[in-house]
């Protein structure tokens, strides 16, 4: 079985502003339209620029990435993804293509609930069927949302909730290729 490295943080109000690598990735986060989306995409890459060097032992600045039509970002030596929540950021890192994403488990499940039609999917289990949803479709990272929920899910999605600044996170990794997540709290 393959190993995803996976890695989560709180947000810092404390981070210092650095340049990020990629210069477009920078831009990126420079534009971003207001300060708490900025802070998220920001701390998001430095935890990747982490994930990169501790799970696969690469140094971003020698990576080339490129981002998709849809907003992806890849990398030409490995896969990644990324997703925050609140005051939450995950990244999962491999030598395949991975998807992630996480969700509050505070978060009002009431939409979801609707949207799955189903009675058995509440509160919890409605947020876990929503980040194996959503790291599906980041996974696949093409198409759009909406079209992709009829399409079947990834082979192996793994869920597991997390604590992070006192609130608790459904965190889903997907994969077409099953897999062992090693899940790392980490403190930047």
């Known amino acids: 079985m393959e190993e995803v490295k996976v890695y989560y943080s709180e947000v810092s109000n404390n981070l210092e502003f650095s340049t990020l690598y990629p210069p477009e990735r920078d831009i990126e986060v420079k534009n971003a339209g207001c300060e708490k989306a900025k802070r998220e995409k920001f ?13 696969l032992g690469l140094d971003i600045s020698k990576l080339e990435f490129k981002k998709t039509e849809n907003g992806k970002w890849s990398c030409d030596r490995c896969h990644f993804s990324i997703t925050h929540s609140k005051s939450a950021v995950a990244v999962a890192v491999s030598n395949f293509p991975v998807g992630i994403d996480m969700e509050e488990v505070e978060r009002n ?5 609707k949207l799955f ?3 058995k999917l509440k509160g919890v289990n409605a947020l876990v069927k929503w980040t194996e949803w959503e790291s599906s479709y980041k996974l696949k990272g093409e198409g759009s949302f909406n079209e992709f929920k009829e399409k079947p899910l990834a082979n192996f999605v793994k869920s597991d909730t997390i604590s992070v600044g006192g609130a608790n996170y459904v965190l889903t990794v997907a994969s077409d290729v099953d897999f062992t997540p090693t899940i790392k709290k980490i403190k930047l």
């Open 109 to 113: 499940t009431t939409q979801l609930e």
């Open 43 to 55: 701390f998001s890459w430095k935890l990747l620029e982490y994930a990169l060097k501790d799970g």
């Open 117 to 119: 039609k189903n009675d």
